[in-house]
């Protein structure tokens, strides 16, 4: 299996704040890499999908960048509405697994 | 509108079954494949398979095949999951998740996730 690692775990920030998530893979997944944020009690939203395409309605602050190994979840300016746990995700093979998430909280 | 209706909390005991619903509505069922994704209680999202809609092709992460099973019914628009031998461990949130045709397929829109709670 492919694991995927992301740091921090957590992080606490402050509104208008830009934000870095790393995700790093153990193998080569090329750009197999998407994003999603998931509030709590709630499903995954998908914001990135091949490392660094936003996903339609997702809202420009979001971006993603990497390929090979080495992934970047950015938000230029944090919102209230962004707090959240985001998980990257690999689909270059099977199992496609979820690196274990990072919890963005309220400074 | 592209929706996934899910079936409501389960509650089962160790080394019963249960199945798991998706009702899929506002696109054409077979153009999309269907994921099955859970969460335990605080724990990471884990992918445990996906059905080609058209097909009825699957494929499952090594950690559950032959535990869980899943089928589509076309004419129902309504893929299924079914995870047998229940433990305590399988007590967790299961989304399904439609995969979109974009690059690195991801995973568009997800239904509202389904309880089970594996207790004795």
């Known amino acids: 299996d492919i694991q995927m690692t992301q740091s921090p775990s957590s992080l606490s920030a402050s509104v208008g704040d830009r934000v870095t998530i790393t995700c790093r893979a153990s193998q080569s997944i090329s750009t197999y890499l998407n994003w999603y944020q998931q509030k709590p009690g709630k499903a995954p939203n998908l914001l990135i999908y091949a490392a660094s395409s936003l996903q339609s309605g997702v809202p420009s602050r979001f971006s993603g960048s990497g390929s090979g190994t080495d992934f970047t979840l950015t938000i230029a300016s944090l919102q209230p509405e962004d707090f959240a746990t985001f998980y990257c995700q690999q689909t270059l093979s099977i199992p496609r697994t979820f690196g274990q998430g990072t919890k963005v909280e309220i400074k | 509108q592209v929706h996934l209706v899910q079936s409501g909390a389960e509650v089962k005991k160790p080394g019963a079954s249960v199945k798991v619903s998706c009702k899929a509505s506002g696109y054409t069922f077979t153009t999309y494949a269907i994921h099955w994704v859970r969460q335990a209680p605080g724990q990471r999202l884990e992918w445990m398979g996906w059905v080609n809609a058209a097909s009825g092709l699957t494929k499952y992460s090594p950690k559950f095949q032959g535990r869980v099973t899943i089928t589509r019914d076309t004419s129902a628009t309504t893929a299924y999951m079914e995870v047998s031998s229940l433990r305590s461990e399988d007590t967790a949130v299961y989304y399904c998740?439609?995969?979109?045709?974009?690059?690195?397929?991801?995973?568009?829109?997800w239904g509202q996730g389904t309880l089970v709670t594996v207790s004795s």
């Open positions: 998740a439609r995969q979109s045709d974009l690059v690195a397929g991801p995973l568009d829109y």
